[in-house]
């Protein structure tokens, strides 16, 4: 978590200081986040632990884990979850200052940054499958034996542990510091390398939790508008919608995190070459840090309705529950009817099939 209280004029162990030759008063910045972070967080809180959770639930016991997509949904919502966990703490921090002793800071700043991490790369990895799928004209469907899913276990724990890694700077350097007039949980390195690691970890960060992401995602829906759009035997209705799906998910990602990288590019830059030197500038920026940071952490909340609520096999699940939950309440049985699916047919059938209704059958069908 990006640490908004301390700005000394003097110490780059500070998060984000400035080589003032007076020394620049941010309280106001400091006042501003006591107000702002706890009710942004709060709503955060509420929308994506609901969102998520049902993520979870319906996953671990209705659906089956078809494809790498349904996996890395489901590991996308437990790591929402572990985020949005340590927002109570950051809005405690933020009115109040950080009380907890340095081991929870330390846990708390590594949880945050890994899941942050973990995120960004869950959507890639999603895009690349949903290409996959795509480009071998199996809907992701095929190859269900247990080699299968093994790889997909390692895909996820791989990613993880890239997340891992990328929080470790977290993990080892917070710590809680005194300054003005409170504790807080920060960054502190030591002063042979405060400014290179500070900017280097920035750098790092920009490019793999949004600029890697966000080119990956990019090219593989590219590669899978163009095969959507070329599809044969579909009405031109159910392809623009299907296109829809693709770039709401484009643009969300980039609406949502563009504003965050370019503020922390900013940053970066300043810690390099000292482009900052006065303090309104300053405050602007921290502000501005403040606020991208609210919507960057928004797209935990958005992630279930943009990869599974749109998906059929989840909806389903979700209505037939909301069924049953109507029946025991009502004592009478309700009609509930489902949504059609966002499907594109790519090929017929790759294996012949009996028509049993069997939920393991190969299709050829592409859900967005």
Not at 133 to 149: E, K, L, Y
Not at 206 to 213: N, S
Not at 249 to 268: I, S
Not at 337 to 359: D, F, K, M, Y
């Amino acid at each position: 978590m990006e640490d908004y209280e301390y700005h000394d004029h003097d110490d780059f162990n500070d998060t984000y200081d400035y080589d003032y030759h007076t020394v620049c008063d941010k309280e106001t910045v400091r006042s501003f986040g006591s107000v702002f972070l706890p009710v942004i967080y709060a709503v955060a809180l509420v929308v994506g632990l609901a969102g998520n959770a049902l993520v979870v639930v319906v996953y671990t016991s209705r659906l089956r884990l078809r494809t790498l997509t349904d996996m890395c949904i489901l590991n996308l919502a437990i790591s929402d979850l572990l985020l949005l966990f340590t927002l109570p703490f950051w809005a405690a921090d933020a009115v109040h200052g950080w009380r907890l002793g340095s081991a929870a800071c330390k846990f708390t700043s590594f949880l945050y940054s890994t899941n942050f991490s973990c995120g960004m790369l869950l959507l890639a990895c999603i895009s690349v499958d949903r290409y996959r799928a795509v480009a071998q004209m199996t809907g992701g469907r095929n190859g269900m034996g247990p080699q299968v899913r093994r790889q997909w276990v390692l895909v996820c724990v791989g990613l993880w542990a890239a997340a891992s890694f990328l929080g470790l700077p977290e993990l080892i350097f917070s710590t809680v510091k005194h300054s003005h007039h409170r504790m807080a949980c920060t960054e502190v390195y030591p002063p042979s390398m405060a400014r290179p690691a500070k900017a280097a970890l920035e750098l790092l960060e920009v490019i793999l939790r949004f600029l890697l992401p966000f080119l990956v995602m990019v090219v593989c829906y590219c590669w899978v508008g163009r095969a959507l759009s070329r599809a044969a035997g579909v009405r031109r209705e159910r392809k623009w919608r299907a296109l829809r799906v693709l770039l709401a998910v484009v643009a969300v990602f980039l609406l949502t995190q563009l504003p965050y990288n370019v503020v922390k590019l900013c940053r970066a830059l300043d810690v390099i070459y000292l482009l900052v030197t006065e303090c309104e500038v300053s405050k602007g920026l921290d502000r501005a840090l403040q606020i991208t940071e609210s919507l960057a952490l928004s797209h935990a909340c958005i992630n279930p309705l943009l990869y599974a609520f749109m998906g059929s096999s989840f909806r389903g699940h979700v209505l037939k529950a909301a069924k049953h939950f109507g029946q025991r309440i009502s004592g009478h049985p309700r009609n509930v009817t489902e949504e059609p699916a966002v499907e594109i047919a790519l090929n017929n059938r790759t294996q012949t099939q009996s028509h049993s209704g069997s939920e393991d059958q190969d299709t050829s069908t592409f859900t967005i």
